[in-house]
C-alpha cells in the first residue's frame, strides 16, 4: 500500500467504534482532507475528560459548539462555562454559507441546520438561573481550601462548623460565617474556649479578612439560598436532546477566586450525589471549562490538589470534564496526565520561548509517521486540529490532522431579546429567581446578643444603688459589647436591621 492507503487503513482502524459515537470531521494529510476517513470519538470514552487548545482565533469556540451539539443530540446533558460570552448561538438554527458546504464536501459529512434546548445561567446578577449554594454545602474542608488558610487556620474553620451544627446555627451565606467568627472572638469566646478550646484573635481575623476578599469578588452573591441543584443539569427536552447550560461568566473575568470557588463546589457536589456509574456506555454529562487557566492560574496548592483528585474520580460517575485553553502548558501535569482526548488547535509562535513551548506541547501527542507534529502546530488552518483520543478498549487513538465538521447551529452570539425570550421560557429562571434569607446564624446570634442585653438591663432595674458602687454595670458592659459588633463596618448594616425589627415589636 502507498502512503495514503496506510494512512487511510490506520486511521479508519484506530477510529473505529462499535458503539455510539461523535464525528468531529474528516482526517487530513498533508494538508488535503481525506473523504473516507472520519474521526469518530466513542460516547463510551467521554468521561475519560479532554483538553481542547489554541491560540485565539482558531477555532476553539467552534470545537466545542460541534462537540455540545453531537452529544445533545445523543441525549447527553452539556455544561459549558463561558467567558468570552460567544456560545450562546447554540440556542439558534444556523444559516448553510458556500464555505460551510465546500468544507462538509471535503470530508464527505452532510450538514443540516439545528438549534438546541438551552439553559442560560450565571453567577452574578446578569439575567439568567441564578446559581447559589450554602457555605454549610461546602464544609470546613472545602471552605478552607478555598480561602487558602494553613492547618492551623482550617482547624479553627473546623471548629466553626462544628460550633454552628451543635447550636443548629445554619451557615448559609457570608454574613452568617463572619457574624461567627466576630462572636466567638469578642462577646462569645469564653464560652467557645470552654467547650471547644481558646482561639487566637489573630487567626480569625486572617480568617476574616481571606472572607471578605472572596465577597468582593463576588462570593455575596453565589452564598446562599435557593442553592441550586445537580440534577437540574441532567434534563433531556421532549425531542431526546441533552440540555446545553451555558454558565454566562463574561463579567467574572477578573474574580478568579470567584470561579474557581464555583467549579470546585458545583464537581465536588456532582461527585457526591451522582451514583458510581461503571463502565456506561456514555456520559452522563459532559463540562466543558473555558479558559481554564483562570482557574490553575489562581489556585493554591491545596486547591489544585482538591481539583486532581475530583478530575480523577468523577469519571466513574460518568462525568467528562474538557478543558478549553490557549495552550497545554496552563494546565498542571498532574490534571493534564488525567486527560484522555486532545484537540489541540493552531499555536502560534512569535518568540523563542513560543517555540520552546511548541516544542514540549509537541511532546505531549503521540508520535506519528505521517506529521511533524512541532511544524504542522504553527501550519494549521482555521477549524483544523490536531486530535488524538482514547478507543473503546481505553486505547490511544493515532494523531490525526482533522479538518473539524461546522456546527448545525448559529456561529455567533444571541441578541438581548432572545436572550430574554430564552429566560421567559424557562422554568429553571423562575425556580430559582428568588432569594431566600431564612433565619441563619447571622440572625440567630444578633437575636442572643438582644437578649442578653434586655436580661442585664432588666437586672440593673432591679437593684440599681448595688450597681451604682461596683464601677460599671451589667447594662454598660453588655451595652459596650453590643455597640462593638454595631460599630464593626462589617457587620453594621445586618445588626441595626435585626434591632430595628426587635424595637418594632
Known amino acids: 500500500m502507498n502512503k495514503k492507503e496506510n494512512f487511510i487503513a490506520d486511521i479508519t482502524t484506530g477510529y473505529s467504534s462499535k458503539g455510539d459515537s461523535i464525528i468531529l470531521g474528516g482526517a487530513m494529510l498533508d494538508g488535503e482532507p481525506i473523504a473516507e476517513a472520519h474521526v469518530k470519538i466513542p460516547l463510551k470514552t467521554l468521561n475519560r475528560h479532554g483538553l481542547i487548545a489554541g491560540a485565539t482565533g482558531t477555532g476553539k469556540t467552534k470545537t466545542i459548539q460541534v462537540f455540545s451539539e453531537q452529544l445533545s443530540s445523543a441525549g447527553i446533558p452539556v455544561l459549558m462555562m463561558?467567558?468570552?460570552?460567544?456560545?450562546?448561538?447554540?440556542?439558534?438554527?444556523?444559516?448553510?454559507?458556500?464555505?460551510?458546504?465546500?468544507?462538509?464536501?471535503?470530508i464527505n459529512i452532510p450538514y443540516n441546520v439545528a438549534a438546541f434546548p438551552v439553559e442560560l445561567m450565571s453567577l452574578s446578577k446578569q439575567n439568567g438561573v441564578r446559581l447559589r449554594a450554602t457555605v454549610s454545602e461546602f464544609g470546613p474542608v472545602l471552605f478552607s481550601r478555598i480561602l487558602d488558610l494553613n492547618d492551623t487556620q482550617a482547624g479553627v474553620v473546623a471548629v466553626i462548623f462544628k460550633y454552628c451544627d451543635d447550636k443548629q446555627m445554619p451557615l448559609l451565606d457570608l454574613k452568617d460565617i463572619k457574624k461567627v467568627i466576630n462572636y466567638i472572638t469578642e462577646e462569645g469566646k469564653d464560652e467557645i474556649a470552654a467547650s471547644y478550646g481558646k482561639i487566637s484573635t489573630a487567626t480569625t481575623g486572617t480568617i476574616l479578612r481571606k472572607i471578605i476578599e472572596l465577597?468582593?469578588?463576588?462570593?455575596?452573591?453565589?452564598?446562599?439560598?435557593?442553592?441550586f441543584e445537580t440534577d437540574d443539569l441532567m434534563r433531556i427536552d421532549e425531542n431526546g436532546k441533552g440540555y446545553v447550560n451555558i454558565i454566562r461568566l463574561t463579567d467574572i473575568q477578573d474574580k478568579p477566586k470567584l470561579f474557581s470557588t464555583f467549579m470546585l463546589s458545583l464537581l465536588?457536589?456532582?461527585?457526591?450525589?451522582?451514583?458510581?456509574?461503571?463502565d456506561a456506555?456514555?456520559?452522563?454529562?459532559?463540562?466543558?471549562?473555558?479558559?481554564?487557566h483562570l482557574i490553575f492560574n489562581e489556585a493554591s496548592k491545596a486547591l489544585l490538589e482538591q481539583i486532581e483528585t475530583i478530575v480523577k474520580l468523577i469519571r466513574s460517575k460518568g462525568v467528562g470534564l474538557y478543558f478549553v485553553t490557549q495552550n497545554p502548558m496552563d494546565v498542571p501535569s498532574g490534571v493534564l496526565a488525567?486527560?484522555?482526548?486532545k484537540i489541540q488547535h493552531a499555536l502560534r509562535a512569535f518568540t523563542?520561548?513560543?517555540?520552546q513551548a511548541i516544542k514540549k506541547t509537541a511532546d505531549n501527542y503521540p508520535t506519528s509517521p505521517y506529521y511533524k507534529t512541532d511544524e504542522l502546530l504553527t501550519s494549521l488552518g482555521i477549524g483544523e486540529a490536531l486530535v488524538t483520543a482514547l478507543n473503546e478498549k481505553g486505547i490511544p487513538t493515532p494523531?490525526?490532522?482533522?479538518?473539524?465538521?461546522?456546527?448545525?447551529?448559529r456561529m455567533d452570539v444571541l441578541s438581548q431579546s432572545e436572550i430574554d425570550e430564552i429566560n421567559g421560557?424557562?422554568?429553571?429562571?423562575?425556580?430559582?429567581?428568588?432569594?431566600?434569607?431564612?433565619?441563619?446564624a447571622f440572625e440567630i446570634l444578633n437575636k442572643k446578643l438582644t437578649e442578653a442585653a434586655e436580661a442585664a438591663a432588666q437586672q440593673e432595674e432591679q437593684a440599681p444603688e448595688k450597681s451604682s458602687k461596683s464601677g460599671p454595670s451589667t447594662t454598660e458592659v453588655v451595652t459596650k459589647s453590643v455597640l462593638k459588633v454595631v460599630t464593626s463596618a462589617t457587620f453594621i448594616r445586618g445588626v441595626f436591621g435585626v434591632l430595628s425589627k426587635f424595637l418594632k415589636k
Open 425 to 440: 421560557k424557562s422554568k429553571l429562571v423562575k425556580k430559582y429567581a428568588e432569594e431566600i434569607d431564612r433565619e441563619s
Open 352 to 355: 523563542a520561548n513560543d517555540r
Open 268 to 278: 465536588a457536589e456532582i461527585y457526591q450525589k451522582m451514583p458510581e456509574k461503571g
Open 399 to 409: 494523531l490525526v490532522a482533522t479538518m473539524m465538521r461546522a456546527p448545525m447551529s
Open 82 to 106: 463561558d467567558i468570552k460570552g460567544d456560545f450562546s448561538g447554540i440556542a439558534k438554527e444556523g444559516k448553510e454559507e458556500g464555505f460551510i458546504t465546500e468544507r462538509h464536501a471535503k
Open 215 to 227: 465577597e468582593q469578588q463576588g462570593g455575596d452573591l453565589f452564598f446562599g439560598e435557593l442553592s
Open 338 to 341: 488525567q486527560l484522555g482526548l
Open 281 to 292: 456506555e456514555q456520559p452522563e454529562l459532559v463540562i466543558f471549562i473555558d479558559e481554564a
